[in-house]
């Protein structure tokens, strides 16, 4: 990075800009005009440092692979807008994980775009009908499909993709884009755990992984010559899921709506409770609300660029609205019958010895996304202890908060300890071991594993203390 920068300026890259950005410091960098040609690398994205917004309280050491978006941003208010005497440019917490996610998702754009090739005729006609009429059924669980079909890509397809980078969204599409993740914003309670944060720590490592996915330099068996990615191989050793952008974006987008209108109770309180969402959706339901409210919001025709962006056919639309029920779905992890039809699937996919063909490669895919997702809605558990920590007392006290204002059986506080080691032994560690056996993610599921063991044997030992101090943040908080 050193040959392409200035004097008296410090270069950074586009993963250590998604790691400052994901932990609350976009204000440290600024994006250079036009990308750096990087050798070994190609055409990139870069940023400058901004050393007097870099100045202040020095951050806590985070993990170097995973993204985080930091508990710990003591040092700007939610309230902060505008310039500083200096210039620098001050936003709330709230727009700059609004705004990182923009980012996100134009890039995505961008390569969905690019990967039309020439084509360019869009029957806004025939799309607007189906439009109307998808997602219209009683329910979204009802749309849930045991294997998604993905887009097949071969090497004719892949020759006439454009480079991404060359692609401009447009700025009504950009602007539409904004518009949609602010309104998403808006519709997450302000939840200890549950609320926007949540969705940005989940996105940025859904993200992360995309990019294990893909990553030719780190040992996960994909080659590059040349500087160009051979992406049939990438394709085969992803299952599909890497050849295809429009998956890519369903599945980031997923993560940043998951959790919309979150009422911070779990599912099997709100049919106790019979709430209206209940008596509609009956079983995860708290998911399928998510869905409902996210999809109805992008179908009006304030977000029509948007859209054409997204898809380009009746078939991208369909795909697109499967990948999403499919996705927010598996967030789902306490419905029994779903949990056991995954485990069938899973022993199927990849315990027997089966036939390889499309068939099986989209019931692998489909598979790979759902634990994908799952691994980042937990992300907190298989990263930094501080990280892990800072996050388990966030639920606790959203849990805790419930029971006292009446809206949980039982005292979470008595059970939380060994609970938490429970979810470590029976999900949280099967999950990460499933990332690893899988093959997609390389090395990265293995720091995961590693992480969620050490997690696991530090609760152990300090678990039962930190409940005690979990109790009496809470009640003096409730204090002030």
């Known amino acids: ?84 005497d200096d210039g620098i440019e001050t936003t709330t917490k709230r727009e700059r994980l609004i705004e990182y996610n923009v980012e996100v998702l134009t890039s995505l754009l961008q390569q969905i775009i690019a990967s039309r090739g020439d084509v360019v005729v869009r029957n806004n006609e025939s799309i607007s009908k189906v439009e109307a009429t998808i997602g219209t059924g009683d329910t979204v669980l009802e749309e849930f499909v045991p294997i998604i079909p993905l887009k097949r890509f071969d090497e004719g397809d892949l020759s006439k993709r454009h480079e991404a980078n060359s692609v401009d969204i447009g700025h009504e599409a950009k602007t539409q884009l904004r518009n949609f993740l602010t309104n998403v914003a808006s519709m997450y309670p302000d939840n200890p755990f549950h609320n926007f944060e949540h969705a940005c720590h989940v996105t940025a490592s859904v993200k992360k992984l995309l990019t294990r996915i893909v990553n030719v330099d780190d040992g996960n068996g994909l080659k590059m010559s040349n500087n160009t990615v051979d992406l049939i191989n990438m394709a085969g050793h992803s299952y599909g899921i890497t050849s295809d952008p429009l998956t890519q974006f369903s599945v980031v987008f997923s993560a940043i709506i998951h959790d919309m209108d979150h009422p911070g109770v779990p599912n099997t309180q709100l049919v106790k409770e019979n709430t209206r969402r209940a008596q509609i959706f ?199």
């Not at 609350?24 to 940023?47: C, E, L």
């Not at 917004?53 to 939610?78: I, Y």
């Not at 997609?440 to 152990?460: I, P």
């Open 1 to 84: 990075m050193e040959s392409t920068s200035e004097r008296n300026r410090i270069q950074v890259s586009q993963v250590t800009a998604d790691l400052l950005v994901a932990s609350g410091r976009s204000a440290w960098i600024i994006p250079r005009k036009g990308n750096v040609f990087v050798k070994g690398k190609g055409d990139m994205q870069t940023y400058w440092l901004n050393t007097k917004a870099a100045k202040g309280p020095k951050p806590s050491k985070l993990s170097n692979e995973m993204p985080v978006v930091s508990e710990t941003l003591s040092n700007s208010s939610d309230s902060s807008s505008g310039r500083d």
């Open 282 to 480: 009956k079983k995860s339901v708290a998911e399928q609300n998510s869905v409902e409210l996210a999809w109805g919001m992008l179908m009006g025709r304030e977000y029509d660029a948007l859209r054409a962006c997204i898809y380009h056919t009746e078939a991208d639309l369909r795909r697109f609205r499967q990948l999403v029920v499919n996705t927010v779905m598996a967030t789902d992890i306490v419905d029994k019958e779903l949990q056991a039809l995954r485990k069938n699937r899973w022993e199927t996919a990849f315990t027997n010895t089966v036939v390889r063909d499309e068939s099986s490669d989209d019931c692998k895919a489909t598979i790979v996304i759902e634990h994908l997702i799952q691994a980042s809605d937990v992300a907190h558990t298989m990263q930094h202890w501080h990280i892990y920590k800072s996050w388990n007392e966030k639920f606790f006290m959203e849990c805790y908060g419930a029971y006292k204002a009446g809206r949980a059986d039982s005292d979470p506080s008595a059970n939380w300890y060994k609970g938490e080691l429970g979810f470590f032994d029976f999900y949280v560690i099967p999950l990460a071991k499933k990332l690893e056996s899988c093959g997609v993610f390389g090395v990265s599921s293995h720091e995961y594993l590693s992480y969620a063991t050490s997690n696991r044997d530090e609760w152990a030992r300090e678990g039962e203390k930190l409940v005690q101090q979990y109790l009496a943040k809470y009640e003096e908080r409730k204090k002030h």
